[in-house]
C-alpha cells in the first residue's frame, strides 16, 4: 500500500462521501459546504493525476467561483423558512433506487473495458516530457508550459516529436491548437457575465404572493 | 500512478455523476439543482483527466478539463441569475411552484 | 512532491537519540545531508525497538509528518510575532509603550500569555446558530492560509512543493478563505454577522481580481510561475529584481494594495472594525475559535508579503552579491541559511508596513472600498499588465534585448534550476520509468 495509493482513497472516499452528502441532505446550506468538500476533494485528484494546472484552476474557479457564488444564491433566497424544502419520503426512496441502479449500470460498463491494455501503451508523462525538456527538470504534473503553449496553438507534446522528414511531400505537418476555442471561450465568458449581471440585476419585487 | 489504475478514478467519477443527476432530479430548491449540475460536471472532467493520464488522449484531456471548468462557471452565473429572478417573482425559491405553464 | 532541506541540523539530534542504535554520528550526518530527501533517509534508518527496517510507506508519511511540522512552525510563528508586532508598533504609533511587562521589558511573551488566555475562556455556541458549521468555520480559514504555504520558498531550493504552478496554486487556495468568511457569518445566527460576512467576502473576492493581475507583471518577466524560479532569475544584484521594472514598480504598490484589502486589514476592515458592525462576521467568536481568525489573518499578511518579497523584491537575494560569496566559501547550506534570514527580514518589513498603514489611514466605508477596487484598481491593474507584456516586445524591437540590463530578468534559463531535481519522483515511478515503460 504505498503512499499514493493511500492519498487516493482518502480523497475518493472524501469525494464520494460529499456527492453523497450533497444528493442526501436537506439543509441548503450544507449541501453548499459538502460541495466544497468534494469539489476540493476532486481538485486534489486531479494534482494526484498529475494535472496540476487543471487541479489549481479548479480550486480556484470552482470552489473559490462557483461554489462561492452558489452560496450567495442561497444567501439571497434560501432565506428563513426556505432553507429547507423537504421532498417526501416516497420520492427519496424511489430516487436512491434509481440513483442505485444507475450507478451499477455506469461503473460495470467502465469497468468492463480492459484499460490495462491502453495504459501500458503510455509511458508516464510521456507529453509533459516532451513538452518541458530543456526548460524544466522532467516532473509528474509539470504541465503549465505545454496547456499553455497548447492554447497558443503549439502543440508541444506532438510537434516536438516530428521526424524531420515530414510527410510524403515533404511538408511537415503541424498540429492546430487550441487557440479558437479559448479565444471563443473567452468572448463567450464576456458575454455570459454581462447577461448575467443585467439578468440579475435590482428590479422591484412583484407586489403580489403566488 | 502505477499503484492505482484509472478503473478506481472512473468510478469516482461515476459516483459523482450519478449523485448529480440524483441531485437534479430530487432536489426542489432551485439552488439545489445547479449542485446537481456541478457534480455532473466535475464528475465527466475527472472523467477527462484520467484519461489524459492513463490514455494515448494526453494534453487533449487536461485542455477539455479546462474549457469544462471554464464553461461550467459561466452556466452558473447564468442559472444563478435565472434563479434570482424566479424568486423575485415567485417569492421562493422552490421549482416545483413555477407551474404557470403547466397544461 | 518536492522535498525540504530545512534545519536538518535541528532534526538530527533528535532523531539520532530515537532512531539509531550502533551507528556513529559521523556516518549518519553523511548519509542524512547525502540523501536527497527526507523519506530517502529514514528508509535506511532502521526502528530500534523491532530491529525492522521502515518502509517506503511508513518513511514517506514520517517525513511528511516532519514536512508539516515544519510549514506548520513557519505559519504560527510569524503570526505570533506580528500580533507583538502590531501591539508596539501601534503603540508607538499613539505615543505609548504597549506591553512591557510580560516576558521583560518588551513584552516578548504577551502573544503568549494572550493564548493561554484565549485558550481557557469558555466555549461559547449561540443558541440560534448552525452548531457544525459555526465550529468548522475558523478550521476553514485557517487551512486555506496555512495551504497556501506550500509554495512560498523561504530560501533557494527550501520551499515545500517546487511545483511550476506555484503562484496559481497559492491564489487558488487562498480564494478559500471567501468561504471561511461566509460560513462563519452565516452561521452564527445573528444579522450583524451576515451582513459582516457579506459585505466582507464581497471584498475579499473583488479584491482578489486585481492582486492576481499584477502578480502577473512580474510572473511575464520572469516566464514562470515557479516561485522558486522567479525569484532565482532575480539573483546577483540590486539591478534583477523585478522592481525595478517600469511596470512591476506600479504593479508592486497596486499588489501591495489589493493584498492588504484581500486580508482585511485596515484602511479596508469593515469587516472587524470595532465601530463597524459590532464586529462583523466575528461577532459571535470568542477565546480560540476567535483567535484561530486572527492566527490565519496574521498568516495571511505574512504570504503576501513573502509573495511580494519573491515575486518583486527578490527573494532570498541581498542584492550586493554577498550570496554568491558566502556559497562559494562556506557552502551551500549556509548561503541558504543567510538567504532565508534575508527572506524574513523583507516579508518582516512589509508585514510591519501593512501595521503602520493599519494605524495611520482612516477606513473606508464599504462603498468606498467597492469604488477603488472595481474602478480604479482594476483598470490600472489591466494597463500595467498590458504593458508589462508589451515592454519587452517594444524593447526586442528597438534595441534587440528583452531587458534593459540584459541579465536574465526577461531572459529564459534553460538548464535544470532546481536543487536535487532528480530525485523528484516517488520511489514506485522511478523504478517504473527506469523499466522503460
Redesign the interface.
Known amino acids: 500500500m504505498s503512499v499514493e495509493t493511500l492519498l487516493f482513497w482518502l480523497f475518493a472516499i472524501l469525494t464520494c462521501g460529499g456527492a453523497i452528502s450533497v444528493a442526501v441532505s436537506e439543509s441548503v446550506v450544507r449541501m453548499a459546504f459538502s460541495l466544497v468538500l468534494c469539489l476540493g476533494s476532486v481538485a486534489v485528484m486531479f494534482l494526484l493525476l498529475g494535472a496540476d494546472f487543471v487541479g489549481a484552476t479548479q480550486l480556484m474557479v470552482y470552489v473559490g467561483g462557483t461554489v462561492v457564488l452558489l452560496v450567495f444564491g442561497i444567501m439571497l433566497t434560501a432565506t428563513g423558512p426556505f432553507t429547507k424544502i423537504k421532498s417526501s419520503g416516497a420520492d427519496a426512496i424511489l430516487s436512491g433506487l434509481v440513483g442505485v441502479i444507475f450507478l451499477f449500470i455506469v461503473s460495470t460498463t467502465v469497468t468492463a473495458v480492459r484499460w490495462d491494455d491502453v495504459s501500458q501503451r503510455v509511458a508516464v508523462g510521456a507529453h509533459q516530457k516532451a513538452a518541458s525538456h530543456g526548460f524544466n527538470p522532467e516532473q509528474q504534473g509539470n504541465t503549465t508550459r505545454p496547456l499553455g503553449l497548447s492554447f497558443l496553438s503549439i502543440r508541444a507534446d506532438r510537434d516536438l516529436k516530428l521526424s524531420a522528414g515530414g510527410d510524403a511531400n515533404g511538408v511537415a505537418s503541424l498540429s492546430s491548437g487550441y487557440l479558437l476555442p479559448f479565444e471563443i471561450v473567452s468572448i463567450h465568458l464576456l458575454v455570459v457575465l454581462v447577461g448575467a449581471s443585467y439578468l440579475a440585476r435590482a428590479k422591484r419585487r412583484a407586489a403580489t404572493s403566488q | ?12 467519477g ?10 437534479m ?8 439543482v ?3 449540475v ?2 455532473v460536471l ?1 464528475g465527466a ?2 472523467n477527462f ?2 484519461f ?5 488522449l ?2 487533449d484531456g ?2 477539455f ?3 469544462v ?10 442559472a ?6 424566479f ?8 421549482v416545483d ?1 413555477g407551474d404557470e405553464l403547466h397544461g | 512532491m518536492g522535498h525540504v532541506h530545512r534545519s536538518y541540523l535541528a532534526n538530527f539530534r533528535q532523531q539520532r537519540h530515537k532512531i539509531v542504535s550502533g551507528q556513529s554520528a559521523e556516518r549518519m550526518m553523511d548519509t542524512l545531508l547525502a540523501a536527497n530527501s527526507l523519506a530517502e533517509f529514514l528508509q535506511t534508518q532502521t526502528i530500534p525497538v523491532c530491529g525492522c527496517p521502515i518502509d517506503a510507506t511508513t518513511a514517506m508519511v514520517l517525513a511528511a509528518i516532519v514536512h508539516v511540522a515544519l510549514v506548520g512552525a513557519w505559519f504560527g510563528l510569524p503570526a505570533g510575532l506580528f500580533i507583538w508586532a502590531e501591539r508596539k508598533v501601534s503603540a508607538r504609533i499613539q505615543d505609548r509603550l504597549g506591553p512591557t511587562r510580560t516576558g521583560g521589558r518588551f513584552g516578548w511573551l504577551q502573544s503568549l500569555a494572550d493564548g493561554v488566555k484565549l485558550i481557557q475562556k469558555e466555549d461559547l455556541v449561540p443558541a440560534d446558530a448552525d452548531g457544525l458549521m459555526f465550529r468548522l468555520a475558523p478550521y476553514i480559514v485557517v487551512v486555506a492560509s496555512f495551504a497556501a504555504y506550500m509554495v512560498l520558498p523561504f530560501s533557494d531550493g527550501w520551499s515545500a512543493l517546487g511545483l511550476d504552478v506555484g503562484l496559481f496554486l497559492a491564489f487558488a487556495i487562498l480564494s478559500l478563505e471567501v468561504l471561511g468568511v461566509i460560513l462563519a457569518g452565516y452561521s452564527s445566527g445573528s444579522k450583524w454577522a451576515l451582513f459582516g460576512a457579506i459585505r466582507e467576502s464581497a471584498q475579499m473576492v473583488s479584491y482578489e481580481i486585481p492582486m492576481a493581475i499584477c502578480a502577473l507583471c512580474p510572473i511575464v518577466t520572469a516566464g514562470t510561475l515557479n516561485l522558486t524560479e522567479v525569484a532565482q532569475l532575480q539573483g546577483g544584484g540590486v539591478w534583477n529584481w523585478n522592481i525595478l521594472h517600469p511596470f512591476n514598480f506600479f504593479a508592486f504598490f497596486v499588489y501591495f494594495t489589493c493584498a492588504t484589502a484581500s486580508c482585511k486589514r485596515a484602511p479596508f476592515d469593515l469587516a472587524e472594525a470595532e465601530s463597524e458592525l459590532v464586529a462583523g462576521f466575528l461577532t459571535e467568536y470568542s477565546g480560540m475559535r476567535w483567535s484561530f481568525f486572527f492566527l490565519a489573518e496574521y498568516a495571511s499578511m505574512f504570504l503576501v508579503s513573502g509573495l511580494a518579497t519573491v515575486l518583486f523584491l527578490g527573494g532570498w537575494d541581498d542584492g550586493f552579491g554577498v550570496l554568491g560569496v558566502v556559497k562559494a566559501n562556506a557552502g551551500s547550506f549556509v548561503a541558504n541559511a543567510l538567504g532565508l534570514v534575508i527572506f524574513l527580514k523583507k516579508a518582516s518589513l512589509l508585514v510591519c508596513v501593512q501595521i503602520w498603514v493599519r494605524w495611520t489611514l482612516p477606513r473606508l466605508r464599504i462603498d468606498q472600498v467597492m469604488t477603488t477596487c472595481l474602478k480604479y484598481l482594476i483598470p490600472i491593474a489591466c494597463v500595467l499588465f498590458a504593458g508589462a507584456v508589451a515592454y519587452p516586445l517594444a524593447l526586442a524591437k528597438m534595441s534587440g534585448k528583452t531587458s534593459i540590463m540584459g541579465g536574465p530578468s526577461g531572459g529564459r534559463i534553460a538548464q535544470p534550476s532546481r536543487v536535487g531535481a532528480e530525485s523528484v519522483r516517488l520511489p514506485g515511478v522511478a523504478a517504473a520509468e527506469r523499466s522503460g515503460r
Open positions: 500512478m502505477e499503484a492505482v489504475g484509472p478503473n478506481p478514478f472512473l468510478f469516482v461515476a459516483v459523482l455523476f450519478v449523485c448529480g443527476v440524483v441531485c432530479t430530487t432536489k426542489r430548491n432551485g439552488i439545489g445547479l449542485m446537481g456541478e457534480l466535475n472532467s475527472l483527466v484520467t489524459s493520464r492513463f490514455t494515448p494526453g494534453l487536461q485542455v478539463s479546462l474549457f471548468i471554464v464553461l461550467a462557471a459561466a452556466e452558473a452565473a447564468v444563478l441569475a435565472i434563479a434570482l429572478n424568486y423575485n417573482n415567485h417569492l421562493t425559491i422552490d411552484r
